[in-house]
């Protein structure tokens, strides 16, 4: 799958605050598929990602609307009876866990995670072409074995920002500095000060205005792992239900995802954040 060239007029910055971009294909559970495809499955890749271990599965994620949304919000709390122990989701990663591959019955992912400050983001294209080239892979070998055919029914991009500011003020103290969906003020005068906030929300994604998905966002209290400085992270999901059942048809859909989420990103972020992240396209 080639490389796709970067979309005119998306916002764009020389030094995004990007910790980790996840792309993620959910598709109709492959029943066959077992802890020895698995094995074989790893050794196909096992040159770039020498490294691999077992997790507990993903629950299938759908973005529901109208009486299939209402019938999710009241199942509630479900007891299920489990004849087999439910398969592992499999990881094989690089040697220096830079990027990970991500299988389970019915879900491939690809992880790509900054490992140090000096680590350039690759971006999008490059990230999004490594992972055509083994979903391919991972599809040819699901067809060479009998398994069954990839059914898409949700794609996924998630990125995973990290935001500090230049003057070392704990930034989920100063929101407002971060987002303006923050104005970091109280309707009545108070004593107390601002020890952690948290703000999170949700966009539909339409297609011929027929909502498909949503983006969620979370500005989460954290700290860097390095040094435990404070920080803030941005969380921003799309997530969408593809037109076809067809790689290319996820494929597309994840491209769209992406752009949604860089006009998001610029969207609920400050102008003076866009200068300390150098935006450079002009606005």
């Not at 916002?11 to 993620?24: A, C, H, I, Q």
Request: aromatic residues 10%; charged residues 30%; glycine residues 4%.
């Amino acid at each position: 799958m080639a490389r796709k060239p970067r979309p005119p007029n998306l916002p764009d910055f020389k030094r995004p605050p990007v910790s980790e971009v996840v792309l993620s294909v959910q598709f109709r559970a492959l029943e066959a598929f077992g802890n020895a495809h698995a094995g074989l499955l790893w050794h196909k890749f096992r040159r770039e990602y020498p490294d691999h271990s077992e997790q507990s599965p993903l629950q299938p994620v759908f973005e529901t609307f109208g009486s299939a949304q209402r019938s999710a919000a009241n199942r509630g709390l479900q007891i299920e009876t489990l004849l087999s122990p439910p398969m592992s989701r499999f990881w094989f990663l690089e040697a220096d866990g830079r990027e990970l591959i991500q299988v389970q019955q019915d879900r491939f992912i690809h992880n790509w995670r900054k490992r140090g400050d000096e680590q350039l983001y690759p971006r999008y294209e490059t990230i999004r072409e490594r992972f055509g080239q083994e979903i391919r892979t991972f599809e040819r070998f699901v067809q060479e074995e009998m398994l069954g055919d990839l059914k898409p029914n949700q794609c996924e991009v998630t990125y995973i920002n990290v935001i500090e500011f230049a003057d070392e003020t704990e930034p989920f103290r100063a929101l407002q500095r971060v987002t303006p969906l923050w104005a970091g003020q109280l309707s009545e005068h108070s004593e107390l000060e601002f020890d952690s906030n948290t703000i999170g929300c949700r966009c539909i994604l339409r297609e011929s205005d027929r909502p498909i998905g949503r983006i969620h966002a979370r500005f989460v209290p954290a700290h860097r792992a390095l040094d435990e400085r404070p920080v803030v992270r941005l969380e921003i999901t799309a997530r969408a239900r593809p037109t076809e059942e067809s790689l290319p048809s996820a494929f597309s859909l994840l491209d769209r995802e992406r752009q949604e989420i860089v006009r998001f990103f610029a969207a609920v972020t400050t102008p003076e954040m866009h200068q300390l992240w150098e935006r450079t396209d002009g606005r």
